[in-house]
Nanobody
Framework: QVQLVESGGGLVQPGDSLRLSCAAS????????MGWFRQAPGKAREFVAA???????TYADSVKGRFTISRDNAKNTVYLQMNSLKPDDTAVYYC????????????????WGQGTQVTVSS
C-alpha cells in the first residue's frame, strides 16, 4: 500500500506558474505508475497527466504543452509543473498511484491523495 500527500497548491494569477509535489510513502515507489487528476467545483474529476515507472508521460489535451509531470524515485516524489496557468485550471489537484501501470493510473487508480487546491484568478 502507498500513501500520497500533495503540496504546492495556492492562489496565482493567470499566466503564472506553480509546481505541485506528491510525496509517497513506502519503499516501492518506483514500482508505481503515477498520475495527477483535478476536480473543479461542480464538475467531475478529470485526468491531467501520468507517468510510467520508466518515465514516459501522457497528458490531457487541455494541459498539453503547459504542464509537465516528472518523478524522482530517490525522493519518492512526483511533480506537476504547471505553466501559463488559466482560470480554467482552478481545481483541487489529486495525486494518484497504481502498480498496474499507465492505463490503470489514468482511469481507475488504486490510491489517491487528499488533494491540494489551485486557484487561478486575477
Amino acid at each position: 500500500q502507498v500513501q500520497l500527500v500533495e503540496s504546492g497548491g495556492g492562489l496565482v494569477q493567470p499566466g503564472d506558474s506553480l509546481r505541485l509535489s506528491c510525496a509517497a510513502s513506502g519503499r516501492t515507489f518506483s514500482s508505481y505508475a503515477m498520475g495527477w487528476f483535478r476536480q473543479a467545483p461542480g464538475k467531475a474529476r478529470e485526468f491531467v497527466a501520468a507517468i510510467t515507472r520508466s518515465g514516459s508521460s501522457t497528458y490531457a489535451d487541455s494541459v498539453k504543452g503547459r504542464f509537465t509531470i516528472s518523478r524522482d524515485n530517490a525522493k519518492n516524489t512526483v511533480y506537476l509543473q504547471m505553466n501559463s496557468l488559466k482560470p480554467d485550471d482552478t481545481a483541487v489537484y489529486y495525486c494518484a498511484a497504481d502498480v498496474r501501470g499507465l492505463i490503470a493510473v489514468t482511469t481507475t487508480p488504486q490510491y489517491w491523495g487528499q488533494g491540494t487546491q489551485v486557484t487561478v484568478s486575477s
